[in-house]
């Protein structure tokens, strides 16, 4: 792998507190990155206002530097990059291959998350309407550094999907797709649970005639009874006070073997033994490990 030049990035989204399961992802980034000499950004995914949890922006800034994280250059929000979404959006539909949708839910409850495509030819304005990108009849791949070879058909298993919602609010698709390349990002490492909306952003990245970056999805953390240790399911908040054994534990998740001489070490010695022996092919190639194997 060339890494002259690896640009790699965390890009948490503040509808709550960062967690064990952010933790694992936040480090696997860090590690990876500075492991080669390469730059690590941070970018604040908050273009979802309704869901954002007052003060979790402060918090996150917070816990990464209580747990000895340094990112490089200043902190990148996406609400400041609505004009950039825009003017991508606004091509993308002058060029017909974005449409306006003025579907409801239950119109679409029984196709299975699968857009049927009612409103493809239908000519809709943009205002009050959702705004889907039409798909190609294509399968789309690429080879995971960690899970490996990974396949989707966007038509028969995506279908059109939203790249700006129904309120005016960008969807996540579109705006991953361009902040990454506004910001040079050469490496996407994050959870497992992303794994599946990689090719919609493949196909993003292709008609917007972007690089493609190489990716890396570590195991999704989930509780006992299946669910995703996430904000949603009100995962606690990573303690200060918890740092070093929490980072050891993250370390130990990631599938690094930590001397038992480093169990009283400070976060900033942790990573930086991290940094030293990364070995990202010891990261346990499987999508999910249940949390309550970890302890």
Known sequence: MNTSAYIGRFAPTPSGY?????????????LD????????????????????VPGAQ???????ESY??????????????????????DRLFSQGLAYACTCSRKQLEDHHGIYPGFCRNAGHAQHAAAIRLRVP???????????????????REVGDFVIRRRDELYAY????????????????????????STPRQLYLQELLGLPQPRYLHVPLIIQPDG???????????????????????????????????????RP????????????????????TLAEAQLR
């Not at 064990?20 to 980034?29: D, I, N, P, R």
């Not at 009849?137 to 038509?155: K, M, N, P, S, T």
């Not at 900033?268 to 999508?287: K, N, Q, T």
């Open 68 to 89: 000895g994280f340094e990112w490089d250059g200043e902190l990148v929000r996406q609400s400041q990059r609505y004009a950039a979404y825009a003017a991508v959006l």
């Open 268 to 287: 900033h010695e942790l990573l930086s033994w991290g940094i030293r022996h990364w070995d990202a092919s010891r990261i346990p190639r499987r999508r």
């Open 18 to 30: 960062l967690h064990f399961g952010s933790l694992v992802a936040a480090l696997a980034s860090y």
């Open 58 to 64: 402060t918090a996150i800034l917070k816990t990464l």
């Open 33 to 52: 990155a500075k492991a080669c000499g390469g730059t690590w950004l941070l970018r604040m995914e908050d273009i979802d206002p309704p869901r954002e």
């Open 137 to 155: 009849e294509l399968e789309y791949h690429f080879a995971d550094r960690v899970q490996g070879e990974f396949r989707q058909h966007l038509g």
């Open 227 to 265: 669910h995703k240790l996430g904000k949603s399911y009100r995962s606690p908040p990573l303690p200060a006070d918890q740092a070093a054994p929490l980072l050891i534990r993250a370390l130990h998740t990631l599938g690094q073997s930590v001397p038992s001489e480093l169990s009283d070490a």
């Open 173 to 196: 698709q579109l705006a991953v797709v361009i902040d990454d390349a506004w910001q040079g990002v050469t490496d996407v490492v994050r959870g497992a649970d992303l794994l599946d």
